[in-house]
């Protein structure tokens, strides 16, 4: 069994759950805390509201893990990060020292993220998307300072900050998936958030490959950033069989190499 700490991603919303517009999915930690538990390991899943910064986040995470008795005095942690979530587990590794075995980041910023530069530049470069985030509950501009916090120059001071600590084993999971399979929500935005033919195709939707590296490659998986999360919101059934079976293995392949730190 073992002791995981799974970090969900940005929320602008200033809550845990996934929005699509005006519709609230789920929390954004249920697939990976279901998935983790059916294995058979311990799941904390902190609340990352209230604040955006990685940093601040970490000290949250940090100050839940204290309040709950057995999470404050279990000797070895597993941190799991999805997207920004993986940048929380880097800032809380140094504040858990010596107890934390293994940090590994699904779809994560490492070294920032063109999403950021859209989210910025969106009211000025594409109106009328605009008006329709709006319309549907979504202002982008009175976001702006979280977005800059996820820039390539941000990313670069953060790199500088937190670097990988020896004594960690870390990993990432390299996902990626075509333009053409990616879920449908990702679709209107995939060409303004890949602005270079090279790009394409080497994302998962919103984090570019090269961003997502972080320690030892486990391997890479066909899935987009909604369905790395554990979220399937493909119409066609024979799509969503295989993003589930895709997920499936990542959860198993993460768990296996968490399990290979464990001390003997």
Request: glycine share 6%.
């Amino acid at each position: 069994m073992l002791n995981i700490v799974f970090l969900h991603g940005l929320n602008t919303y200033g809550d845990d759950l996934l929005h699509l517009g005006p519709v609230r999915l789920a929390a954004m930690h249920a697939p990976w805390e279901k998935a983790l538990s059916q294995r058979g390991h311990r799941v904390f899943c902190p609340s990352l509201s209230g604040t955006h910064d990685s940093a601040a986040q970490a000290q949250r995470v940090y100050e839940q893990l204290q309040e709950h008795a057995t999470w404050s005095t279990t000797e070895e942690l597993h941190l799991i990060g999805h997207s920004t979530g993986g940048l929380a587990a880097r800032a809380l590794a140094p504040l858990l020292g010596s107890r934390v075995r293994s940090i590994v980041t699904i779809g994560t910023p490492h070294c920032g993220t063109d999403a950021s530069r859209f989210a910025q530049e969106l009211a000025a470069q594409y109106p009328r998307m605009q008006r329709l985030m709006s319309w549907l509950g979504y202002d982008t501009q009175s976001r702006t300072e979280i977005y800059e916090l996820f820039t390539q120059e941000s990313a670069r001071k953060f790199q500088t900050r937190f670097p990988p600590l020896a004594h960690i084993a870390c990993a990432f999971a390299l996902c990626e998936k075509r333009e053409r399979e990616v879920s449908w929500p990702l679709r209107p935005l995939y060409r303004q958030l890949h602005p270079t033919p090279e790009s394409i195709d080497h994302s998962d939707g919103f984090i570019h490959s090269a961003s997502q590296a972080f320690g030892a490659c486990l391997d890479r998986f066909d899935l987009d950033h909604f369905e790395n999360l554990g979220f399937i919101l493909h119409v066609d059934p024979r799509r969503r069989r295989l993003a589930r079976k895709e997920f499936e293995k990542l959860v198993d392949a993460i768990c296996l190499f968490c399990a290979r730190t464990v001390s003997k």
